[in-house]
């Protein structure tokens, strides 16, 4: 069970647009499209943003979307606005019927 | 308004015990899978265990694997953690969470607002 890579901290100003890589295996991301992402702000609980590899629920952004190619799944954040700094983690289903999250990743708007 | 609350967090000497409650309301309950997570202090997201809708599949992390329980009383909303011969490393706020339906593979969509859980002696 190990965890899924995504890099530590991405950054970008108000307005661009910013891709987080989540990189795992053909027995978790490449093999399954139940790859899912969340948004935590500080000393709050996670938040759905991103589900079945690239469905958003009702009254997520459309700024939010996400893709997969292989073993890499990508969440892609449009128009950068101040409140979407926090940390992002990705998850997916496993063939052992488990679930994995990736290391997390800080997005910084600068 | 959906909503998960936990309970039963504090503080336990290693190799003690602890057993975590999460009450649902909002939703059916007995429709949904539901599942615990845990985050370490100033670390990611762990996902522990997770439980089908009617408990009939219960799945661990390894390294919570044959310490910890989950259960589920559908009668009473509620989702449990039995924790057993606890480690420092299990140290975390733990997160109940919903899964979007009935099968144990889909994202998390309802999150509690997590229980402390402090192993030191």
């Known amino acids: 069970q190990s965890a899924l890579t995504q890099p530590a901290s991405v950054s970008g100003s108000p307005g661009q647009s910013i891709t987080i890589s989540c990189t795992g295996t053909s027995s978790d991301v490449g093999g399954y499209n139940y790859v899912s992402w969340y948004q935590q702000h500080p000393g709050k609980a996670p938040k759905l943003m991103i589900y079945?590899?690239?469905n958003r629920p009702s009254g997520v952004s459309n700024r939010f979307s996400g893709s997969k190619s292989g073993n890499t799944a990508s969440l892609t954040i449009s128009g950068l606005q101040a409140e979407d700094e926090a940390d992002y983690y990705c998850s997916s289903y496993t063939s052992s019927y488990t679930r994995v999250f990736g290391g997390g990743t800080k997005l910084t708007v600068l | 308004e959906v909503q998960l609350v936990e309970s039963g967090g504090g503080l336990v000497k290693p190799g003690g015990s602890l057993r975590l409650s999460c009450a649902a309301s909002g939703f059916t309950f007995s429709s949904y899978s539901m599942n615990w997570v845990r985050q370490a202090p100033g670390k990611g997201l762990e996902w522990v265990s997770s439980?089908?809708?009617?408990?009939?599949?219960?799945y661990y992390a390894d390294s919570v694997k044959g310490r910890f329980t989950i259960s589920r009383d559908n009668a009473k909303n509620s989702l449990y953690l039995q924790m057993n011969s606890l480690r420092a490393e299990d140290t975390a706020v733990y997160y109940c969470a919903r899964d979007r339906g009935q099968l144990i593979r889909d994202a998390f969509d309802i999150w509690g607002q997590g229980t402390m859980v402090t192993v030191s002696s």
């Open positions: 439980i089908s809708s009617s408990s009939t599949y219960m």
């Open positions: 079945d590899v690239s």
